[in-house]
């Protein structure tokens, strides 16, 4: 945009306290002035007087009013110290919040500290209990086996103490793992809760000789109690000389003529081949039959014959026990 040229008119009157003889009359001073527009919102800027009419005397005078009140504008410009003690209470204020910002970070790194070490501890602490808790489950199947190999070692001093004499080369060995026991002595054959053993040797013995032999092992001629036992040892015996000797078992007739067991038991029900008859025809012989139910034949005591003698199956704690293969009496 063009520039425009405004004049303005300055009218300066004579003082009134001077007294001049010279009459001046006004005179008129014309200034140039240059005004620029902007299309900017900057304020306007301020009347610049051209050289001539700053020089002039006239003009002198005029300056110092000017001065005077850039004077009082910057004055009033200056911090007042009420804003100055505002400025420093902040500042003051922001220190004092730092201050506690810092404090407060200390501390929480402190307590950050013993958390980290409380959980580690308790961490620690829960390992160790839950290895606490598997050796105590441990303990206690170690204690339900001891208390289970006590029972059992119960029952077998139980069983020993009955007989009179022990023998226990019978049924214990040493070994490279330690002693190891057997139900049976060696070339015995279990059955159930029984040991058997069918002499089959030379010389044949009569019945009470039989017995004598059985006594000798710590058993006694065998007691048939149910047909399973008749079949187990009909099972297990063998056919010689002829059809009329067999093997001797547990029962015999007393004085009263009453048959008995040799453990005292009386006879329940007999597998007779031919009911009994006849005089001294008091003990009993099992013959090699295919029919459990007639397997039994009266004879006299004193004939000679193979004999079967019974003694009770012990029952060893777990860790004394041996697996063996019991051979056949007759190997």
């Not at 501390?107 to 013993?114: A, E, R, T």
């Not at 014959?305 to 041996?322: G, K, S, V, Y």
Request: glycine share 4%; net charge negative; charged share 20%.
């Amino acid at each position: 945009m063009e520039e425009e040229l405004c004049y303005s008119s300055i009218v300066f009157k004579p003082n009134d306290n001077v007294k001049s003889v010279v009459q001046l009359e006004e005179s008129v001073l014309y200034a140039e002035v240059n005004v620029k527009r902007s299309t900017s919102q900057t304020p306007p800027e301020t009347p610049v007087l051209s050289c001539a009419a700053a020089e002039h005397p006239l003009n002198k005078s005029v300056l110092p009013a000017h001065e005077s009140l850039i004077e009082e504008k910057n004055a009033a410009t200056q911090i007042s110290p009420v804003y100055r003690q505002a400025s420093v209470f902040l500042g003051l204020l922001c220190f004092l919040l730092l201050t506690v910002l810092t404090a407060v970070s200390v501390f929480s790194y402190i307590n950050m500290s013993k958390y980290n070490n409380i959980l580690a501890l308790h961490t620690k602490e829960k390992t160790i209990n839950l290895q606490l808790l598997g050796d105590k489950e441990v303990l206690e199947q170690e204690r339900a086996r001891l208390t289970t190999q006590g029972e059992q070692m119960n029952a077998t001093l139980h069983l020993i103490l009955k007989k009179r004499n022990f023998l226990v080369a019978m049924h214990c060995q040493s070994t490279g793992n330690g002693v190891q026991c057997t139900p049976c002595p060696e070339k015995w054959i279990q059955n159930g809760s029984s040991c058997y053993f069918f002499y089959e040797h030379e010389p044949l013995k009569t019945w009470k000789e039989c017995q004598k032999y059985c006594n000798g092992y710590e058993a006694q001629l065998a007691t048939i109690d149910s047909v399973e036992d008749q079949e187990f040892i009909n099972q297990h015996t063998k056919p010689y000389y002829d059809v009329y000797h067999g093997y001797w078992i547990g029962l015999s007739q007393n004085t009263e003529k009453t048959w008995v067991w040799t453990t005292g038991a009386g006879l329940v029900e007999g597998l007779w081949i031919r009911a009994p008859s006849g005089r001294y025809k008091d003990c009993v012989l099992s013959m090699l039959s295919t029919n459990p139910l007639k397997s039994w034949i009266s004879e006299d005591c004193y004939m000679y014959n193979r004999c079967i003698c019974e003694m009770d199956a012990i029952t060893w704690p777990t860790f004394l026990q041996a697996q063996r293969n019991q051979s056949d009496p007759s190997t």
